[in-house]
C-alpha cells in the first residue's frame, strides 16, 4: 500500500490540494456552469469548469447541494420522445449512426457530466463523497433516487473488481491510512492504537484491504483475520489482550472475524464478496497448513426475532433458536431475514456453527443474547451452493446446523 | 514508472501469466460460456467463466473471433420492443423502479458482459486487444460497428483521464517499456537503441507517456520533447547525432515533435489532447525558463493535395502552399483536410510556422516535400482557439501564416 | 522513508526475523564460536557461525554477555609485542608487505570480527544494541573502554554521513516507525497518538530523520520543526492544541524545536550537526520565503547553575542570568558548562535570543526556570563561527545577546 | 533494483549531478585542501571542501592524479616514531585514553581524509573511481600500493555483506543498468541488446546482482544463471537463440555461466563466494525442483598449460589433461593454477565433470581448446570442501575426474 499511496499521491492527491487551497472565483450558478462543462468546449477545455463545479459543491450547505442534485434529476435527465425516436430510426435500420443516436439518447446527459467531472485529478474521491451526500438528502424523492442509479452505474463499472488493489494492512501500513481503519471499523470497535496493534502486529493476525488507484489513500473495503487453531467460538478469546499469539505457519484456520465497508458513497456497489474470497486465495498460497476459512460473525437481527416468551438463561436453547432464525426466518421476498447470512450465503458459504456466550460486549447481548455464528467458505462448495442460493433460496449448513434447527423446530420453539 | 509496473505487475500481471500457462480444459462454445456468465451465478462466481471465455478468445482464430462477436452482436444486443416498453412505463410513472427498468432494458447484455469480463486480473489489456480484433474484423459489417460502439463506451468510462497516471519514460525506465517506445513510435521511427537513447538521456530531451493502473506495462500515448533555444525548423537539426545539448534550465522553448498512440484497441479514445497540455503544464512548473510550447510536426496530406503544375522547388512556394493546405483546404464537413491539423487545432493550437527542408527523410519527402510546420500552444489563447475551431471551424494563426497564405492566395496557386 | 522500509524490509529484516525464531542448536562457548569465525573457513563459510553467536548474544543475560566482552576484551586485542616488530620491520623497509603487516598487527582482531558477524542479514541493528550493553556494562573497566573504542571507530565508518538517507517523517510514515519517534522523543515528550499528530500533519510542522540502509526500520535521529512567522519565544504557543496552521508557503521562519538521538548504541556518533543543516538546505530550496533557521532550546543546566539568592521572579533578571550561563560559564576545558550549548556553538551557531516563561511544563520550570534559548544558524556565518568556536572557544551571539550578558555582569549577577 | 534506484537517485544521484555541473572556483592546491578538510573545521563544515576535493580530482589529468595520490602516501600516512611512543604508553598503562592514542597513531590521517570526503553525496562512487586510478596508476610504486592498503581496507569494511543487496536483473530492469550489465559482462560477451533479452527475458533465464545503497546505479557483480534439466555440456546449446525455454518449475538444476565483477575499483573486495551461495539460496527456496547448482565455467589456463606434443583432436585425451590441470597443476604456494578453479574451489565448490568442444567462440578455442568444466556446489559439503582446501589445499572432484585424472596419469600426459 505505502508505494502504492507514495506513488499516485504524488501524481494526483498532490495536485487536488492545490485546488482546494486556492479560492473559488467563478460564482456562476451550478446551471451555468454545467451548461458550459457539456458544451463544445467541455470535453477538450473542461477540466477548469469540472473543478470548479467540484470545488463549489464540495463547500455548499445542504439546500444548495440538493438544488444541484434537483438541477441534474430534472434537466440533465433522459428524454422520452428523442429516446422513441432513435429507437425507431434504429428498428427500422440498424447501422452504426442508428445505434450510436440511439445510444445517445438512452443515457441521460448526467453520466457524462459526471464522466467529465471526473477528468479532474482528485475527482473520483469528490464524486464518491458527492454521491454519499445525495444517497443522504436524495432519499424517498423519486428523481433523486432515479439519479442516484447513474451515480451508481458508473461508480460499478470504475469500481470493476479488476481495477481494484488487494493490499495488506499492517502496523507498517501509514498511519494515516490506519487511523481510518479505526474509524471505519463498524462491527467490533477499535478503541485505540493500542487495540488497533493488537489486531494487525501479532504473527497470527492480518488484514486486507481493495483500494482504487484513483484513491490510494482511502480503503473502500477491509477485512480482519485471525489465524487460529481450530474454528473460534468467542470473540473474547480471539481479541483477549492476554493471548499468546500462534506462529502463522502453525495455524490450520483463517477467521473472519470483522469486514467493513468504508465509503458511503460507494453504496450497492459489492466488493465483499471477492474481497473474502481473494483473501481465502492468497493466504492459502501462502500459508500451506490453513485448511479451514471461517467467519466469526454477529446475528444481528436475532434479538429482534426472538419473542418475549423464550427462555434466553438456556445457550442450548438460544443456539437452536439461532439455528431455526438463520436458517428458516426469511423475507417475504424468500432470503434469510438476518442481513450477514444474506451477505455469506449469498456469496457461496454455509451456515457451520453457533456459539452462546460468544460476543458479551454490549452490542453483541443486546443484538443477539450473546449468540455468534461461523460462516464456512468451503472453495469447493461455494459456487454450488451459491447457485442453489441464488435460484431456489436453498440455504447450505452443516450437519450440526441441521441438527440443531430440527431441535428447534421439535421443541416448538 | 518503474514503482508503478513494480507494484502492479505484482498484483496483477503475475497472476494473469499463470493462468494463461495452464491449458483451458472448459471446451463449450462461447454461447454457453456467456449464458453462465450472464446467469445467476455470474455475479460472484463468474470470474472462472471469465476468465475461461478469454483465455480461449486469446487463442482462437479469426474465424472464431469473429463467430464470437457476432454472437454478442445478435444476441446480446438491446431488445427494442423491451426498451420501448420500459420507456413507456417509466414515462408513465417516473420512478426509481421505472427508470431502473428503463437503463436495463436500454443498455445491451455485452457491456455487463464485457464488464464481468473485466473482473479477471490481467482482462483490461485483454479487451483492449479484444476490441483491437474487433476493429480489423468487424469492418463495414454494421452489427459489428454498432458492437464496437459499446466497447468504445465502456473504455471511454474506464479509460477517462482521470484515472490515466503520467509518468515520464528517460534511460532509467525498465526495458520492457522502452522496447514499447520503439516499435510504437509512429512519427519519426527510432531505428536502434542507440537511437532512443539520443531521445531520452540527454539534459534537454523528455518523454512522457500516459499508463492506466489496470495496465501498467502498457503505455497508452506518449510524447517526445525537445528543449530548445529557439523554435527549430527542421527534424534533422533536432535529432543530429552531434548536436550539442543543452542544460535544460536554459531552454526558452518546449517542442513536442513527436506524438503516438500505442493501443489499437483504443482507437478513438482521445488522449493526446489531455497528455500535450499536462505535459506543457508539468514542465512549465518544473522549469521556469520555458516561455514557448510548440509542436515540430508533419503535414501528411499536403503532397496529395499538391498538383502536378505545382514548382516544388521553391521553398517559398512550397511554403505559400503549405499555409494554404493547412489553413483553407476543407473537408466537406468544414474541418482542415490535413488530420494532423485537425488534431492540433481541435485542441486548441494555432498555426504558427512553415518551414521547408524540414524533414529530409524518405517520408517527409513524399509525405510533404520535406515541409514542416509548428503549431503554437499559446496557454493563454488555447481554449478561446478552440471554442472558435469548435463552433465555426475558424483557425487559428501568426501574421507570418497569414502573409503566407495571402501570398499563396495572390500567386493563384 | 516508507518505500526504503518496504524495499529493504523485504530484503534484509524477514530473513532477520526468520532466524530469529528458530531455536540455537550450537551450544559451544563464545570462545570457540569467535575461534571459529576468525579461523580458515570464517572468511567464508562464517554466516552460520556469526549467526549463531549474534542470536546467542541476543538471548544471554548480563553475566553472559559481561563475559563475552571479557574475552573481546583480553583475547583479542592488539599484541604490543607484535605491533612493535611488525613497526621495526616497516621502518627497515617500507612495502607494501611490510606495511599490510603492520596493519594487520595493529588492528585488534576483534575488528575483524565486528566485521564478519556483520556479514548475517539484519546484524547491523543487532552489533548497534550489542555495543548499547557494552557502554551499560562496561562502564568503568578500562579493558572494555577500549574494547567500545574499536565498536565506535567501525560505526563511525559504517555510520558516516554519505550512507545516511534523510527521510521525511510525517502523517503517512509507518505507524512501526511513528511508534519509535514517540518513544524517543527526548526533549518536549509526545504523550499519545493525537499529540503526535499534531506535531506531523499541519502544514507548517514537519520532521526529519536520517537512517541507515541497513537498519531501515531504525531512525538514528530525527528533528522536528515548526514553520512559523518570526522566531517563536515559548514552546507552549509552538505546540498549543488551538493554535491555528500556518501555509508552509507563507513562514519566514524554520524552528527546529526537538531533537533526539534513537539509538544508544550509536553514542558518540555524531549526526545532529549534519542533519539540521541538511534539513536546513531543503527546506530552504522547498520553502523560497523562509529566511530564518533557529532553534527554540532547552538550557538543560541552568536551575542547577543558579545560586540561591537570585530572584526567579523576575524575568528580565533571569534572561540576564541565562545569557551569562550560556555565554560565560565555562568547563575547565573552556567550553560552554551547558551541553546544548556546547552542541549549538560547535555547529556553527549563534546565540540569538532567550526568553523567560518559554518552558512552563515541570520539566522546564526544574531544569531553566522555565527560560528558553533560541540559537541561529545563519548559513552565511555557520562555518566561520565554527571554526572561530572550534580554535579559541569563541561564542558567536547577537547584539541582544551581548548587552544582556553585560546587565548581567553590571548587576553583578 | 528500480524501487532502490529511484528511491536513491533521488536522494543521492541528483545532487551529485548538481555540484559536477558547477564549475570549481577553489583552486588551491590538493595540498592545502586537505589540510582544510583535515583541520579544526573539517568534521563539521568540511563537505564543501571535500565536494571541491573530489570534483578538482575527477577533472584531473593522471599526473595531477599521481601527484594527489604521492601526497597522500607521503605526508599523510603514519609516522613511525609516534606510533612508537604510543604503543609504549599503551603497554605500560592500558586505559581507554592509552588506547585511543595508538588507534590515532596506528592508523594513517588518510583513512580519516577518505571518511571525510564521503561524507558528500555520491561520493563514495567517486572514491570507488579514485581507487581504480590509483590501482591504474600506483602499480610497482611501494608506497602508492601502500596508500591502496588504506583503501582497500575501509572499502571491505563498507562493503560488508551486510551493507549489499541482492536484486534480481531482468527485462524490466531500468535501462542505464542494463547497459552496464552489457559493458560488464566479461566471459560471454553481449553483444546487442536482443543478445541481452535472450539471457534476461525467458522464464528459465535469470540474473542476479549485489547493489550498494550508497551507489544504486552501480551493480558490482551479477551473476548468469540458466534453469535446465540436467548439467549442461556447451555453451553453444545454453545460449543457442532458437533454443525451446523450459518453465522454471521444471527445472532441476541452476547453472551458473557467467559471473563478471564490475568495478576496476573494488578489486580484491571479494563479492563472488557470498553471490552465488545467495542466489542459489533464493532459487531453492522460490523452485522446489531446484536439486543441483552447478557452473558451466571456463578454464582460462588450459590451452597455455598444454603443451605442443599433446594430441589436441582427441576429445577424451583433451578431457583427461583438462582434469588433470584442474587437479594437480598447482601454483608455488601450494593452490590451482587456474584462477577460476581456484576462486570455485575456494568457495567449497568440487570438480564436477568436464566438457570437450564446449565453447567453440574463438575465445574458448583459443584459451582452452573448447574445453569447460562444471563445478557443483553442493550446500552440504560446501563447507567441508572449503575448509579442506583452506587448509591443506585438498581439491574435491567426483568420482569422474578423479578416474579422468587417474587415466591421465596412465597415459603419462
Known sequence: MTLFADLLSTVFERRYERWTR????????FEELTVDLMG?????????????????FASA?????????????ENMTIT?????????????????SSYRAFMAAAEPPRQEMIRRLNQVPGATRALV?????LLRLGRGEASLEALDLDFRHLFASWFNRGFLVLRPINWESPAHILEKIIAYEAVHAIDSWNDLRRRLEPADRRCFAFFHPAMPDEPLIFVEVALTNGVPGSIQSLLAEDRAPLMAEDADTATFYSISNCQAGLASISFGNSLIKQVAADLALELGGLKTFVTLSPIPGLAKWLQAGHDFNDPEKLRALAASYLTAAKRPDGLPLDPVARFHL???????????DADLSEKGLKQSKGV?????????????NHERFATSHEIAMSSEIRSLSASAEKLGI
Chains 1, 2, 3, 4 share one sequence.
Open 22 to 29: 486556492k479560492g473559488v472565483t467563478d460564482t456562476r450558478p
Open 346 to 356: 449469498g456469496n457461496g458459504a454455509e451456515v457451520f456453527r453457533i456459539h452462546a
Open 129 to 133: 463523497a458527492m454521491r454519499a451526500d
Open 61 to 73: 450547505d445542504d439546500a444548495e447541494k440538493l438544488a444541484f442534485f434537483r438541477h441534474l434529476a
Open 40 to 56: 463544445a468546449a467541455g470535453e477538450v477545455s473542461g477540466v477548469a469548469v469540472a473543478r470548479t463545479i467540484l470545488e463549489r
Open 80 to 96: 422520452p420522445t428523442a429516446v422513441r425516436s432513435a429507437l425507431d430510426a434504429y428498428e427500422t435500420g440498424q447501422t452504426k
Open 372 to 384: 455468534m455464528v461461523n460462516y464456512l467458505y468451503d472453495l469447493e462448495r461455494v459456487s454450488r
